[in-house]
């Protein structure tokens, strides 16, 4: 074990020398678990937000800095999201249609704040779960499943919805 773990240090130590993030080291699933029991803020993943003009926005084109940010970004297997402060200041104004129309009226299918959440959950590897009732709807935030667990995981959904059912019809009564 022990040498596991030198050779995993080594590997992150040469890419800290090159002035690279921990994260940026290709390391398989052991040596990832390893890895994160050293706690090593470089290794933490990284989502990057580019606040672009409304027309580099609008024309979907990287000026000049994005471009840098985004190779960066991919040395180390990290995202960038380019989002336009002034459109989601205005869109953070409007409600409902108001706020669709608006974005419709500029060509954009989904607001900024919207990518950047949906981008931060895939990055974390979390999804949400919704339960619903006839009084309540629910949003949980869970981990994403991975391929080996989600036969217990489909278990423990199966059995909290049957729980929240059972709930929601004691409450009626």
């Known amino acids: 074990m022990a040498l596991q773990e030198q050779a995993v240090l080594q590997k992150i130590v040469s890419a800290l020398e090159d002035e690279k993030p921990a994260r940026s080291v290709d ?13 090593l803020l470089t290794l933490k993943p990284v989502l990057y937000v580019a606040n672009v003009s ?9 000026n000049h800095y994005v471009a840098k940010v ?16 002034s459109i989601e200041a205005e869109v953070a104004e409007l409600e409902g249609e108001d ?34 009732g006839e009084q309540e709807v629910r949003a949980w935030t869970i981990r994403k499943v991975r391929k080996r667990h989600k036969r217990q995981v489909s278990f423990i959904l199966i059995l909290s919805v049957a729980l929240f059912e059972r709930k929601s019809s004691h409450m009626k009564t």
């Open 99 to 132: 706020r669709q129309s608006f974005l419709e009226d500029l060509g954009i299918e989904e607001a900024g704040l919207d990518r950047l959440i949906r981008a931060a959950y895939a990055l974390l590897g979390l999804a949400t779960y919704f339960t619903a």
């Open 54 to 62: 409304e027309e580099d926005l609008l024309a979907g084109s990287d």
């Open 27 to 39: 390391l398989d699933d052991d040596e990832r678990k390893m890895a994160k029991g050293f706690q």
């Open 70 to 85: 985004k190779e960066r970004a991919a040395e180390e297997n990290s995202e960038v999201i380019s989002i336009c402060a």
